[in-house]
């Protein structure tokens, strides 16, 4: 099913970095994606909604050629990635960049080898150039005296940070972002909510982020693609919250209120205001 | 079980074998284009020797001193009814050269560097590093397996030397220390029944058929380990299962083709 934009000017595909047309995807016989057409915006921030099980990640390993979809066709510019061969593939992937949920890093290498990686396989770099380019990206995340860390080393929000560095080293045109803010706490998210929007003002690239966290995803996206049930739904943040549908309005508003309601209680925590109810739970007095 | 579900779980087994020998198949076609192809990541494949071969000396050398201790305790007491224990390092050093010391390097390598090498890509597919090779244009057929395959194949027959030269030592411990024999007489009888060509050559030969075995099982393995905690367990237990049968089927075909 085509996703059903909610202004119907925005589906035209003159600035389509990504396409993904009439997709069928399944494991071991188990239908993900259904007939799903949807685009991606060049140079924006594209974030893709949605439930567990909805097909999430599989539209950015679709997008990387890890895995083929059944049906239909995923361009990457004008190349259809289900068409090309391993070698093919491999010269479209120097031209993407991908965070992992959970980092995906090397872990026999240290951060700086990990980053330093890509590097020194793709390019005749001087040890001093790459040197620069690798402190360059880790200062872009946040990152420094990190170098010769493990990524066991390193806590769960550095490994994200690490991750993004390393997706970003070969100045990818287009970046896939799996689940950044999933296991990390709401300084983390903002933190990483925050480096991926001035990432995408800096470097001008094609970023689609796969995430269900949406407060993050409403005050970052340009583009939202909603995978509901009834099948998915695009346009801005703006339009969707403006919309009628009433599949988006309850996926957004139970959501929103569900995510709000753990960031506030998260930020009661933090400040100490939950002792109070804690305490009166135990039937103590406060000290 | 009715005959007709019977003959479909044949059916069923051996079209599985054959697909899993289909795609082992490709796997090792894989590997030797990628091999013929720059760049040759020599240090990591240095890095493979050294977790392969230098980290299995300790276990190759107690094995080895203890086999070669028993049999020259078993081969004493049964040359010595014939009045031929002079000839007990011959007999040592033969039933090593030419059989134990590969075979028993093999299972012992199997077991402590293979499985290891099955556990490590495994779990590399399950925490998604594969996949985040792939993404940054790098092929891990390339980058990873490749160094780990051709470190078995070279490893092998070193390994198996060792262990060969710890058992004759063991052997020569038992049978000149405790039972009494010569040491010349067991170095010359050894010396003397030991021909290059025939004997250590083949043992040479069957060591690396034994490397590309264990190398090429414990790589795919886990290659095509499912990407869970549990999957990887498995594909580590079917390497050492597999590996190991398959290690003494073809000792078996190669002494019985080759005569080695």
């Given at each position: 099913m085509t996703a059903a934009p909610v202004n119907p000017e925005a589906s035209q595909h003159s600035h389509d970095h990504v396409r993904l047309e009439h997709v069928e995807m399944a494991y071991n016989g188990r239908p993900v994606l259904r007939d799903l057409t949807c685009r991606f915006p060049r140079g924006r921030i594209s974030v893709v909604l949605g439930g567990s099980g909805s097909g999430k990640s599989t539209i950015l390993k679709l997008i990387g050629g890890l895995i083929h979809a059944r049906d239909g066709a995923v361009y990457v510019g004008e190349?259809?990635?289900?068409?090309?061969?391993?070698?093919?593939?491999y010269e479209v992937r120097?031209?993407?960049?991908?965070?992992?949920?959970?980092?995906?890093?090397?872990?026999?290498l240290s951060v700086f080898d990990n980053l330093a990686f890509p590097l020194r396989e793709h390019t005749r770099l001087s040890r001093d150039e790459i040197e620069r380019q690798v402190h360059e990206r880790l200062q872009a995340v946040g990152l420094e005296d990190v170098d010769d860390l493990l990524p066991r080393e390193l806590s769960g929000g550095m490994v994200k940070r690490v991750a993004l560095a390393r997706a970003l080293i070969q100045s990818p045109r287009v970046l896939?972002?799996?689940?950044?803010?999933?296991?990390?706490?709401?300084?983390?998210?903002?933190?990483?909510?925050?480096?991926?929007v001035r990432i995408n003002r800096k470097y001008g690239m094609t970023m689609i982020v796969v995430s269900h966290h949406i407060p993050s995803t409403l005050r970052m996206a340009d583009h939202v693609v909603l995978l509901l049930p009834g099948g998915p739904v695009q346009g801005s943040p703006e339009q969707l919250l403006a919309s009628a549908d009433p599949r988006v309005r309850r996926f957004l508003t139970e959501d929103t209120d569900a995510s709000e309601d753990v960031l506030a209680h998260a930020e009661e925590f933090e400040a100490g205001e939950h002792r109070p109810l804690l305490e009166q739970r135990r039937g103590r007095k406060r000290p | 079980m009715g005959v007709t579900s019977m003959i479909r779980a044949l059916g069923h087994g051996t079209g599985d074998m054959v697909e899993s020998l289909?795609?082992?198949?490709?796997?090792?076609?894989?590997?030797?284009?990628?091999?013929l192809r720059p760049p040759l990541r020599l240090r990591e494949f240095v890095d493979e020797l050294f977790k392969v071969g230098v980290l299995s000396i300790l276990i190759i050398c107690i094995s080895g001193l203890a086999v070669g201790m028993v049999l020259g305790l078993q081969g004493y007491n049964t040359l010595v009814r014939f009045g031929a224990e002079g000839s007990l390092g011959a007999v040592v050093g033969l039933s090593l050269i030419r059989e134990l010391g590969p075979v028993l390097t093999a299972l012992l390598t199997t077991g402590r560097a293979g499985s290891a090498v099955t556990a490590e890509i495994g779990t590399m597919k399950a925490t998604e590093q594969l996949d985040g090779l792939r993404m940054m244009a790098v092929d891990p057929i390339d980058y990873v397996v490749r160094p780990k395959a051709w470190a078995m194949i070279?490893?092998?027959?070193?390994?198996?030397?060792?262990?060969?030269?710890?058992?004759?030592?063991?052997?020569?411990?038992?049978g000149v220390g405790l039972m009494g024999i010569d040491g010349g007489t067991y170095m010359s009888s050894l010396e003397n029944a030991v021909d290059f060509g025939n004997d250590v050559a083949g043992s040479i030969l069957k060591a690396v058929i034994f490397g590309v075995l264990v190398g090429l099982i414990a790589t795919y393995q886990g290659f095509a380990a499912a990407p869970t905690s549990a999957g990887v367990s498995a594909a580590t237990t079917s390497t050492v299962v597999i590996a190991s049968v398959s290690v003494l089927i073809f000792d078996y075909f190669i002494t019985a083709l080759w005569g080695v």
């Amino acid at each position: 099913m085509t996703a059903a934009p909610v202004n119907p000017e925005a589906s035209q595909h003159s600035h389509d970095h990504v396409r993904l047309e009439h997709v069928e995807m399944a494991y071991n016989g188990r239908p993900v994606l259904r007939d799903l057409t949807c685009r991606f915006p060049r140079g924006r921030i594209s974030v893709v909604l949605g439930g567990s099980g909805s097909g999430k990640s599989t539209i950015l390993k679709l997008i990387g050629g890890l895995i083929h979809a059944r049906d239909g066709a995923v361009y990457v510019g004008e190349r259809d990635i289900g068409r090309l061969s391993e070698r093919a593939l491999y010269e479209v992937r120097r031209e993407l960049g991908m965070m992992f949920q959970n980092g995906a890093l090397l872990d026999s290498l240290s951060v700086f080898d990990n980053l330093a990686f890509p590097l020194r396989e793709h390019t005749r770099l001087s040890r001093d150039e790459i040197e620069r380019q690798v402190h360059e990206r880790l200062q872009a995340v946040g990152l420094e005296d990190v170098d010769d860390l493990l990524p066991r080393e390193l806590s769960g929000g550095m490994v994200k940070r690490v991750a993004l560095a390393r997706a970003l080293i070969q100045s990818p045109r287009v970046l896939l972002v799996d689940e950044p803010f999933s296991g990390l706490d709401p300084l983390s998210t903002k933190l990483i909510e925050a480096l991926l929007v001035r990432i995408n003002r800096k470097y001008g690239m094609t970023m689609i982020v796969v995430s269900h966290h949406i407060p993050s995803t409403l005050r970052m996206a340009d583009h939202v693609v909603l995978l509901l049930p009834g099948g998915p739904v695009q346009g801005s943040p703006e339009q969707l919250l403006a919309s009628a549908d009433p599949r988006v309005r309850r996926f957004l508003t139970e959501d929103t209120d569900a995510s709000e309601d753990v960031l506030a209680h998260a930020e009661e925590f933090e400040a100490g205001e939950h002792r109070p109810l804690l305490e009166q739970r135990r039937g103590r007095k406060r000290p | 079980m009715g005959v007709t579900s019977m003959i479909r779980a044949l059916g069923h087994g051996t079209g599985d074998m054959v697909e899993s020998l289909g795609r082992l198949a490709v796997f090792t076609g894989h590997i030797l284009r990628v091999t013929l192809r720059p760049p040759l990541r020599l240090r990591e494949f240095v890095d493979e020797l050294f977790k392969v071969g230098v980290l299995s000396i300790l276990i190759i050398c107690i094995s080895g001193l203890a086999v070669g201790m028993v049999l020259g305790l078993q081969g004493y007491n049964t040359l010595v009814r014939f009045g031929a224990e002079g000839s007990l390092g011959a007999v040592v050093g033969l039933s090593l050269i030419r059989e134990l010391g590969p075979v028993l390097t093999a299972l012992l390598t199997t077991g402590r560097a293979g499985s290891a090498v099955t556990a490590e890509i495994g779990t590399m597919k399950a925490t998604e590093q594969l996949d985040g090779l792939r993404m940054m244009a790098v092929d891990p057929i390339d980058y990873v397996v490749r160094p780990k395959a051709w470190a078995m194949i070279c490893v092998m027959p070193l390994l198996s030397a060792l262990f060969i030269v710890t058992a004759i030592f063991g052997g020569y411990l038992v049978g000149v220390g405790l039972m009494g024999i010569d040491g010349g007489t067991y170095m010359s009888s050894l010396e003397n029944a030991v021909d290059f060509g025939n004997d250590v050559a083949g043992s040479i030969l069957k060591a690396v058929i034994f490397g590309v075995l264990v190398g090429l099982i414990a790589t795919y393995q886990g290659f095509a380990a499912a990407p869970t905690s549990a999957g990887v367990s498995a594909a580590t237990t079917s390497t050492v299962v597999i590996a190991s049968v398959s290690v003494l089927i073809f000792d078996y075909f190669i002494t019985a083709l080759w005569g080695v």
